[in-house]
């Protein structure tokens, strides 16, 4: 019944695995990790924009209420037609 997937899996130590989201602590914003840049993690917020560089450190993986609160946020920003 319960088919919520895991939201941050290590590729490598201290890294999470590209396509998993997790919570960018600094920011305070969820993000999808979209790949591995020497010491960095490359972010993209939920719906798209611009990436953005986080030390490994100072990510967790982002819980569901994260994950949908960042969708919602995302719905309602669309709606309102404040992004595509």
């Known amino acids: 019944m319960n088919d ?3 939201t941050a899996r290590a590729g490598k130590p201290g890294r999470p695995e590209v396509g998993s989201y997790v919570m960018d602590t600094g920011t305070e914003k969820v ?3 979209m790949g591995h840049e020497g010491p960095y ?3 993209r917020s939920y719906g798209g924009g611009r990436e ?6 100072a990510l967790r993986p982002a819980t569901p209420a994260e994950r949908l609160s ?7 920003a669309r709606s309102r037609g404040e992004v595509p």
């Not at 953005?52 to 450190?57: F, T």
């Not at 960042?70 to 309602?76: E, L």
């Open 4 to 6: 919520v997937k895991p």
């Open 31 to 33: 993000g999808l990790v």
């Open 41 to 43: 993690v490359q972010l």
């Open 52 to 57: 953005w560089d986080a030390a490994p450190d």
């Open 70 to 76: 960042a969708a919602t946020a995302y719905a309602n």
